[in-house]
C-alpha cells in the first residue's frame, strides 16, 4: 500500500468520523488490506450523472460521507446560481439497501444549507422524480439509486430544474463544486431540519393522471380489458405504482410475479436486477408461461428500464432486446398519431447515437423529424428544453431498454413505458396480431436491423487505464475491415470529428465531446465503442441490417445476422 493511500487512511482514523466507520477500517486493515486499499486508492469521482459505486467505508465508496460531500458541492452550486432567491430541491430514492439513510442524508445536507427540500415519503420510481421537479418548481432533484446495478451498488443522480439530468454547463459546474469540497468538516450535516417536507400520495396521483393522458386508444384497451399482462417488479420501486396505472388504463387481468413483489436491496431471487438479463427475468417467463400471458413486463430497481417477453412465431417466450422495444414503441406512437388524425408536422421523436438506425427510417417514412443526440437521456432532455415551443416531443428512447414518452417527464421511464407496451400489445391483439409478428412486419416494411452489445469489465486501480488505453488504440488505429466490409468512416465524438477513410476528408460533428467511436462500413453496419460513465467498463454496440422479403425468412437472415457480428466481434479480436 503506497504512502498517499495510507495517508488518507489515517486521516479517516482520527478525522471527525464516526466510530463505527473507523471500527471497520481498523478491521480491514488486518483481514482485507487490498480492498481497503481500493476503498481508498481515490476519491470517488462524482461525473456528469453524479455518482455511482459500492456500499462501504472510504473515499472511494458510496458512504454518509461521500453523499455528504456531493451534496455539499450541489448546494453550493445552487446557492451560486440563484443567490438570494428561493431555492428548493426534490428528492427521491428507490429499493436497495441504504438507499433511505443516503436520500435522508442528502436531504438534510439540502436543508442545513437553507434549501428547502422535497423529500418522497418513502421509495418511489425515478421517473416520478423528474416529474415532482417540474411539478413543484423545484431548481434541481436528487435520486438515490444504483439503478440496474448488484445490491453492492448504490449512487446519487443530480438533476437540474427542467426535471433532467445535469448537461452543460451545470454538470462541469457542478463537478468542480463537489471537487472543491476538501474535508467533511465543510460538509453541514445538521441544521434546518424544519425546510425537509414529506410528499407522497399527491404527487403519485398525478403523476399517474399525466401517464394515463399518454393513451392513444383507450377505447382499444376497453375492448382487449382481459389481455393477460405478467408483471415483475424485480424487488424495486416498480410495484409504487406500474400496477395502478395499469388498472388505471382499463386492464384487469394483471398477475404480478410474487416471489419478486416485495422491494428489498438484496434482491434475493436474482444476481443482477437488470430486465436485460434473461436469468433475471426467468420467473416472470415462467409465469407468463404458465399463464399463457398475453405479455411480460419487467423493471428494474428504480423503475426506469423496462424488460418485455413476449412469444415468437413459435408460440415460445422470448426476451426482446431495447432496439427492438423501442422500435416498436417508435413506430405505434407515430403511426397511432397519424391513424388519430393527431400527428402534426412539428412533431419530432429523439433517438440517441447509439440506438438502432431503424428508428430513423422508420420515422422518415412516416414523415416525422428523428433527432439524434449522445448517450443518455439527458441529451434528450435538453433537446426538448432546446425545441420547446417550435417542435412537439412525442417519445424518446435508446437501447438501454429505456423509453420516455411525453415531455411532462425528462428521464427516461418505465411506468409510462409498461403502460404504452401494453396498450400496443391491446391494438395488435385486436388486430388478431401479437407485438413479435409486427416486429417482423416493421423489418419487412423498413429493413431488418439487428443489433447486439457487449460490455467488458476492468475492475481496481488499473481498470480505467486499461479501458482508456483500448480506445486510445482504435482512436489511432481503427479497423480495416470488419466481417469482410471495408471501415469507411470514423466517428470520434470526442474530437468532434468524422473522418471518411478513403479520401481523408473531415467533417465536424455538431454535438458536444463525448468518449465514443463509431466505425461505419461500407455495407452499411455501424460499431460503436464506449466506455461506461457510471461503471469500470466499456461497452461495444453493433448494428447489421439486411433486407427481409417475407416472414418465412426471419429466422434464416436473423442467423445471417448474428453470424456477421460473431465476426465482427472477431475481428476486432474482442472474444
Not at 448504490?154 to 459546474?173: E, I, R, S
Not at 460538509?187 to 394515463?212: C, H, R, S
Not at 406512437?333 to 438502432?356: F, H, Q, S
Request: proline share 4%; with cysteine.
Amino acid at each position: 500500500m503506497n504512502s498517499a493511500i495510507e495517508e488518507k487512511i489515517n486521516s479517516w482514523l482520527q478525522g471527525p468520523y464516526d466510530e463505527a466507520t473507523k471500527v471497520t477500517i481498523r478491521e480491514m486493515q488486518v483481514t482485507q488490506p487490498d480492498e481497503l486499499a481500493d476503498s481508498f486508492y481515490r476519491n470517488l469521482e462524482f461525473g456528469t450523472g453524479g455518482l455511482r459505486g459500492i456500499m462501504g467505508v472510504g473515499s472511494n465508496r458510496i458512504n454518509k460521507y461521500t453523499i455528504g460531500m456531493a451534496t455539499q458541492g450541489f448546494s453550493n452550486y445552487l446557492k451560486k446560481t440563484y443567490g438570494d432567491a428561493s431555492v428548493s430541491v426534490a428528492i427521491a430514492h428507490d429499493s436497495r439497501n441504504n438507499s433511505r439513510f443516503f436520500a435522508e442524508t442528502t436531504a438534510h445536507v439540502f436543508a442545513a444549507n437553507g434549501i428547502q427540500v422535497y423529500l418522497f415519503e418513502s421509495l418511489r420510481p425515478t421517473p416520478e422524480l423528474s416529474f415532482a421537479i417540474r411539478q413543484l418548481h423545484c431548481k434541481a432533484g436528487v435520486v438515490c439509486t444504483a439503478s440496474h446495478n448488484p445490491k453492492e451498488y448504490n449512487g446519487y443522480k443530480a438533476y437540474w430544474n427542467d426535471g433532467g439530468q445535469l448537461v452543460p454547463p451545470h454538470d462541469v459546474n457542478v463537478i468542480n463544486e463537489v471537487e472543491a469540497i476538501q474535508s467533511i468538516s465543510e460538509v453541514k450535516f445538521t441544521g434546518g431540519e424544519n425546510l425537509i417536507q414529506l410528499i407522497g400520495k399527491e404527487m403519485d396521483e398525478a403523476y399517474l393522471q399525466m401517464v394515463k393522458s399518454l393513451s392513444v386508444y383507450p377505447e382499444v384497451i376497453q375492448q382487449q380489458a382481459d389481455l393477460k399482462i405478467v408483471y415483475t417488479p424485480i424487488h424495486g420501486t416498480g410495484i409504487q405504482l406500474v400496477p395502478d396505472v395499469l388498472k388505471l388504463y382499463g386492464f384487469n387481468q394483471v398477475s404480478i410475479v410474487e416471489e419478486q413483489a416485495t422491494p428489498d436491496g438484496n434482491f434475493p431471487t436474482v444476481h443482477y436486477p437488470n430486465p436485460e438479463e434473461s436469468e433475471t427475468m426467468q420467473m416472470g417467463l415462467q409465469k407468463a408461461k404458465e399463464l399463457d400471458a398475453d405479455i411480460l413486463l419487467g423493471t428494474d430497481p428504480d423503475a426506469d428500464r423496462v424488460g418485455i417477453g413476449v412469444k415468437d412465431n413459435h408460440g415460445n417466450w422470448i426476451l426482446m432486446n431495447g432496439n427492438q422495444t423501442a422500435v416498436l414503441a417508435f413506430s405505434y406512437l407515430m403511426e397511432a398519431r397519424k391513424a388519430k388524425g393527431i400527428a402534426t408536422p412539428e412533431d419530432m421523436v429523439i433517438t440517441t447515437i447509439v440506438t438502432t438506425e431503424m428508428i430513423n427510417r422508420v420515422a422518415e417514412k412516416n414523415g416525422v423529424d428523428c433527432l439524434n443526440v449522445l448517450t443518455g437521456f439527458k441529451w434528450i432532455a435538453e433537446k426538448i428544453k432546446e425545441l420547446e415551443g417550435k417542435k412537439n416531443y412525442v417519445i424518446g428512447g435508446e437501447e438501454s431498454f429505456g423509453l420516455m414518452i411525453g415531455s411532462l417527464i425528462r428521464d427516461k421511464d418505465a411506468v409510462s413505458a409498461v403502460a404504452m407496451l401494453c396498450e400496443m400489445a391491446a391494438y395488435e391483439k385486436s388486430k388478431g396480431k401479437t407485438l413479435f409478428e409486427k416486429l417482423i412486419e416493421l423489418y419487412i416494411q423498413y429493413g431488418f436491423y439487428y443489433e447486439s452489445l457487449i460490455s467488458i469489465t476492468k475492475k481496481g486501480m488499473d481498470g480505467q487505464k486499461a479501458i482508456a488505453d483500448m480506445m486510445e488504440t482504435y482512436r489511432l488505429q481503427p479497423p480495416a475491415n470488419l466481417a469482410g466490409s471495408p471501415v469507411v468512416s470514423l466517428l470520434d465524438y470526442q474530437l468532434q470529428q468524422a473522418t471518411d477513410l478513403v479520401t481523408g476528408e473531415k467533417t465536424a460533428i455538431q454535438l458536444p465531446k463525448s468518449n465514443v467511436l463509431q466505425f461505419i462500413t461500407a455495407d452499411g453496419s455501424k460499431i460503436s465503442a464506449r466506455p461506461s460513465g457510471t461503471e469500470p467498463k466499456i461497452k461495444f454496440y453493433f448494428s447489421v441490417q439486411a433486407t427481409l422479403s417475407n416472414k418465412e425468412d426471419f429466422e434464416r437472415v436473423q442467423m445471417q445476422l448474428k453470424d456477421k457480428i460473431s465476426q465482427i466481434i472477431s475481428d476486432m479480436k474482442l472474444n
